[in-house]
């Protein structure tokens, strides 16, 4: 079984400033991919990142980036110089074995 | 723009009264799946499509179906809604198997009276 999981229900920050969420995963696939995907209040989830599991290199997107740590199972998100746009619950998700398991969910305040 | 259409983007329904939700795609991806997602929870799952093949996930109640008359829309029917069953249903599609990236569309508060 796979397994994602979201330690904290909300987070909040102040516009510009930096927050990180925090995934760790649980997975026997070797291959597998894990991605952040962002849903704001009554509209539609997005992608925000994806980074594949063979690649050591983190990914990043603009102001997004992650910190995968394979060995810890652990797939970070950092927003950098939060706006308001940026609030929103944050999911967390793996891609192995044929299905896709997401995370609770994080969700960001951003403070004017 | 290319995207994934979910209609209505609300739908009330009657205790056991049959309902059916669409859901339709110019994107041309050869994957759709329905998903039921619930306050403040994650989305859970219900069955995809590849292309024609119909994959249903082992937990979904046999209440729920769905069906694809083309690559362009898919839909799923609640035979029998029961109050548990009140929740946001999302559509998303992908490109190929699961480890591209979803696209999902608005979704579709379903309550139940």
């Known amino acids: 079984a796979q397994t994602v999981t979201q330690s904290q229900p909300e987070m909040s920050v102040q516009e510009a400033e930096t927050v990180t969420l925090s995934c760790t995963y649980d997975?026997?696939?070797?291959?597998?991919?894990l991605f952040w995907y962002k849903q704001p209040p009554s509209r539609q989830m997005i992608l925000v990142i994806r980074q594949e599991a063979y690649k050591q290199q983190n990914a990043t997107e603009n102001r997004f980036s992650v910190n995968f740590q394979k060995a810890a199972k652990s797939f970070s998100l950092k927003i950098s110089d939060s706006q308001l746009g940026d609030a929103a619950m944050y999911f967390c998700a793996l891609w192995g074995n044929n299905r896709l398991a997401f995370g609770k969910g994080n969700q960001v305040v951003v403070i004017p | 723009d290319a995207m994934v259409i979910q209609n209505p983007r609300y739908q009330v329904t009657q205790f056991g009264k049959p309902v059916t939700l669409s859901c339709s795609q110019t994107?041309?991806?050869?994957?759709m799946y329905w998903y039921q997602q619930k306050s403040s929870q994650a989305p859970k799952l219900l069955f995809h499509y590849y292309d024609k093949d119909f994959n249903n996930e082992a937990d979904t109640p046999d209440n729920f179906q769905s069906r694809r008359p083309n690559t362009s829309f898919c839909f799923l029917d609640i035979r029998s809604p029961g109050l548990g069953d009140a929740a946001m249903y999302l559509c998303?599609?992908?490109?190929?198997?699961?480890?591209?990236?979803?696209?999902f569309g608005d979704g579709t508060r379903l309550s139940i009276l």
């Open positions: 998303a599609t992908s490109r190929g198997s699961g480890e591209q990236p979803q696209h």
């Open positions: 997975t026997s696939e070797s291959d597998y991919y």
């Open positions: 994107l041309n991806h050869n994957v």
